[in-house]
């Protein structure tokens, strides 16, 4: 088959802050797509503010660098970077329908994690070829060797017999922070003996297979990802799988559901570094930027009119993540944002769906209310904030598993959890997992006070427990975790251990309250706020739920105190990021969520209303024990 050597398409995998982003950045710059001097911001790739703000990679992002080899030959690489962070694998899975071959980093100290799993396993699904980069060598606590050696055993665990050519590939050792790579290893904590990464683009050049085509077949590209303009609209991003495609040409639309349409391209766009530019034509293998198809989405074809072939759908994995998400119902609703009419609400949520093919919208039995399905938490909950500062105000549901019935059986999503902390707290941590239904895969004493550990559990078993588990060792910890399967259910899980101080009614928090409150937990609000009956303004220390005034004030008196009035220390409120206050939201509990504030808050807000569902709960319970 006829091939385009000047053409690679290779995207760049890892684990969450292994250095992916960095990697493409030092690759421009060696490319020349930035002149000497310029300003440019570090992370170039990570465009959106939510992910300069959180250091991760949320939406996979192409880019394109021309580069001139060793025989003077221009080779054109477009590069694919994708999240690291599982909750986001639809990302990856629609960045690998764009390459030929993938770039896998793996961090000299770390070594594998979880998520290098994941997207591991991803790019051995599609038979991808496959380049091995040790990344950050010059880390002082670098440890190449044993890294290389775990890297090795994860293919072998991932690698079936049958495509036992997997397990030979190439491994490049990097900087690329410094911008240079090595095919020699160096010691551990020094420098690549490369000064630029020549060596990875010439790797590049040999592993990552040339695109092929078919001479004379007719136009098919699929759609992989949804882009906007001010002056174009809506732009879909293609990668041409065989024949040409021309600015202004008549194709072929063909929807997911096969019907189809012929449209008319406005406009034809090629990425060159971080800008898209008019071309008149592109051939097979180019990913490409169209214009002039309104309704477009992911998973679509471009086919030739004259013989339209559609392409395969793009398969994702099945949400595990469900949370419900409706308009602001508080007292304090409409202070603050502009979007808040259920019809809004419904428009921006059907307009994530055309962009995200990994989360879903149900409804509910309330029509201002849906039921939004992804991967995890951390996405679901950007979703949120990237709609806050868009201006709605929100309620928002406890996250909850998704479960399934398999053979009449309930089945529930599991995880696989890795743990990093030092050696004192490894009681602490097992002890944390047992009540969680966990069960130890691995354990991992790499010698320097450190040990890894590896657990499977319900995936209802991680939500809430990332605060629970930092105070456990001392903010020390680190964790990561990823889908496993879906696996029977696991059976009764013990809930928060810690119960919530309520606002008793609708007011402003004095110092003088807050002062006497805080001796029963810890408070979340400070003086000078405005609270509602029904909103959670603490953590009571014990497991009780506790119906609190916190806007009583000082009453004053003429007699005078012999010993006068005594200084109140107040601690100052934990303040609790939207990502935090999900975790910590109980059965019973929501979040208020707009631009400005992060409130939670009882599902039901009357005091009287709670007392009678919690008598209902507890008759139930009573009339069930009795007919056991």
Known sequence: MPIRNDLRNVAIVAHVDHGKTTLVDAMLWQSGAFREGSDVNNRVM???????????????????????????????????????????????????????????LVDSSEGPLPQTRFVLRKALNKKLPLIVVINKVDRPDARITEVIDETYELFMDLVDDENAEQLDFPVVFASAKAGRASMNQPA?????????????????????????????????????????????????????????????????WIRRDGSQQTVKLSELL????????????????????????????IGETIADPADPKALPLIHVDEPSISMTIGINTSPLAG??????????????????????????????????????QGRGELQLAVLVEMMRREGFELTVGKPE????????????????????????????V?????????????MVNHGTGWVRLEFVLPARGLIGFRTEFLTETRGTGIMNHVFE???????????????????????????????????????????????????????????DEMDVNPTKEKHLTNVRSAT??????????????????????????????????VRIRKLQLSQNDRSKVRSRAKAAALSASKKD
């Open 46 to 104: 990570d465009s959106m503010d939510l992910e300069r703000e959180k250091g991760i990679t949320i939406l996979a992002k192409n880019t394109a660098v021309k580069h001139t080899m060793g025989d003077g030959e221009e080779l054109l690489i477009n590069i694919i970077d994708t999240p690291g962070h599982a909750d986001f694998g639809g990302e990856v899975e629609r960045g690998l329908e764009m390459v030929d071959g993938v770039i896998l």
């Open 430 to 442: 097992s002890q944390m997992m047992g009540v969680r239904k966990a069960r130890m895969e691995q």
């Open 335 to 372: 202070r603050v944002g502009k979007q808040l009419t259920a019809r809004l609400v419904k428009a921006r949520l059907d307009q994530e769906l055309i962009g995200n093919v990994s989360i879903s919208v149900n409804n509910t039995d309330r029509p201002d209310t849906w039921e939004v």
């Open 401 to 428: 598993v998704v479960t399934s019935l398999v053979d009449g059986k309930l089945h529930e999503p599991f995880e696989r959890l890795t743990v990093d902390c030092p050696e004192e707290f490894v009681g602490s």
């Open 188 to 252: 551990d904590g020094e420098m690549p003996d490369s000064e630029t990464l020549q060596p990875l683009f010439e790797v590049i050049a040999k592993t990552i297979p040339a695109p092929t085509y078919t001479e004379g077949a007719p136009l098919q590209a699929l759609v992989t990802n949804l882009d906007s303009s001010p002056y174009l609209g809506r732009l879909a991003l293609c990668r041409i799988k065989e024949g040409k495609i021309q600015r202004g040409q008549q194709v072929t």
């Open 270 to 297: 090629m990425t060159d570094a971080l800008e898209r530019k008019p071309v008149d034509e592109a051939g097979p293998g180019d990913i490409i930027a169209i214009a002039g198809i309104p309704q477009i989405t």
């Open 485 to 543: 399967g879906r696996f029977p259910w696991a059976g009764e899980m013990r809930n928060r251990p810690t119960g919530s101080l309520v606002a008793d009614r609708t007011g402003v928090t004095t110092s003088y309250t807050l002062f006497n409150l805080q001796e029963r937990g810890t408070l979340f609000v400070g003086p000078g706020e405005e609270v509602y009956e029904g909103m959670v303004v603490g953590e009571n220390s014990r497991p």
């Open 564 to 597: 006068g009035d005594e200084l109140e220390r107040l601690i100052p409120a934990r303040r609790m990021s939207l990502e935090e206050s999900l975790e910590y939201c109980a059965e019973d509990e929501c979040l208020e969520v707009t631009p400005t504030h």
